[in-house]
């Protein structure tokens, strides 16, 4: 288990530090970008020592195509910062992407050729809309899917040499997160990294900072960040709900219950792009429906609701690999509750986990009633 010690410098003063040693170390340097504020802060550490050194470093982002109006005009905005010392990478380039709110329509393909009428906006004309790696050497992880986010970020990273991706992941944001950024030293002693293919690494300088730590320095620094968090935070949404993603995976769909009030330029485009999304915008948080967490009064229980579920899945060439990893996992109506949600959401990668384990209610009821 790691403990966290705590120093006698501030979060601020060890990024800074930190940067700094990649910059040492390294003549390669990407940030990656969403949009969000973390990666914000990250890339302005960075862009401001690169402009100290008068150096130049890459901006990445890859475009997801439904995503906010405010992402796109605060990658904008971050790319910006500094022309001088920043080379842009933006990618929109095609890649498979899950559309959890359509069983009819399960994946949108970002770019695809041939629709461009109806894409969410027009490509930049400075963006990289080819893939800039032999086909050969492509990895894909998941054929069932075909060429998607994951594989889109690891062929970019496995087609560079001797670069430290910086990307900016806390600790604090969940368990996985914690593992992943503190975990083992990718480079020297620096258990803030991980070690990739080719000598290159990924980095992780705002590992230690808590929430306030980032807002704070976007404060002090006058820095500007995506509106949508002003719409979430004015709407009384928590901490955890307050992201900026994309609007339609198996994690994010439920920001199209706001969506139409609060970017409903987005919505109207989003709607004629792809299926579902009039399902989402309507059930995204209904616990009945795609939550959930609440079983439908037709069925007994939730094994029921997963039987039924899984007879009437409409897509024959996903509906094996359901039926493939349900047997191998527990029947109960804990496991049975999340297995439904993965029907729901048409996650057949397995994004959203399940806790194969005895249900926790049954074995309290037990307990008890050995006790009594």
């Known amino acids: 288990m790691l403990k966290q010690i705590y120093i006698d410098r501030d979060v601020l003063t060890a990024a800074r530090e930190r940067i700094s040693m990649i910059f040492d170390d390294f003549e390669n340097i990407i940030v990656s970008i969403s949009g969000g504020k973390d990666s914000t802060t990250l890339a302005h550490l960075a862009l401001t020592e690169a402009h ?3 150096r130049r470093i890459g901006i990445f982002f890859l475009d997801e195509e439904v995503v906010y109006d405010s992402t796109i005009k605060q990658i904008e905005y971050v790319m ?4 001088e010392n920043t080379i842009p990478l933006w990618f929109q380039i095609e890649f498979h992407l899950t559309n959890a709110t359509s069983l009819t329509e399960g994946q949108l393909i970002c770019w695809e050729a041939g ?3 109806i894409w969410m906006r027009p490509k930049k004309p400075f963006a990289i809309q080819h893939k800039p790696w032999s086909k050969e050497k492509e990895t894909i992880r998941d054929k069932n899917k075909g060429f998607g986010f994951y594989d889109a970020l690891e062929n970019f990273q496995n087609s560079k040499h001797n670069t430290a991706f910086l990307i900016g992941l806390r600790a604090t944001e969940s368990p996985n997160r914690w593992r992943a950024v503190s975990k083992n030293p990718g480079h020297k002693d620096w258990y803030w990294t991980t070690k990739l293919k080719n000598g290159n690494i990924a980095a992780y300088p705002l590992y230690d900072w808590n929430f306030h730590d980032v807002w704070r320095y976007i404060y ?3 820095l500007r960040y995506s509106k949508i968090y002003d719409y979430m935070w004015r709407k009384g949404m928590s901490f955890q709900e ?3 993603s994309s609007l339609i995976h198996e994690k994010s769909f439920k920001a199209l219950v706001e969506l139409p009030e609060f970017e409903p330029k987005t919505y109207d485009r989003l709607l004629r792009r792809i ?3 009039s399902i989402g915008h309507i059930y995204g948080k209904d616990n009945k429906a795609m939550r959930a967490r609440k079983l439908p009064k037709n ?7 997963r039987d039924f579920l899984l007879k009437t899945y409409p897509d024959e060439t996903k509906k094996w690999i359901f039926e493939k990893r349900f047997a191998k996992q527990l029947n109960n109506n804990y496991v049975a509750r999340q297995q439904c949600r993965q029907l729901i959401l048409n996650d057949y990668e397995n994004n959203l986990p399940i806790d194969n384990q005895p249900d926790p209610r049954e074995e309290k009821i037990k307990k008890w009633r050995e006790l009594l």
């Open 52 to 54: 100290k050194r008068n």
């Open 80 to 83: 910006s910062l500094y022309p």
């Open 115 to 117: 629709k461009h009428k």
């Open 220 to 222: 002090d620094n006058k």
């Open 242 to 244: 307050i992201r900026v």
């Open 275 to 277: 299926n579902g999304i």
């Open 299 to 305: 069925f007994k229980n939730w094994m029921e609701y």
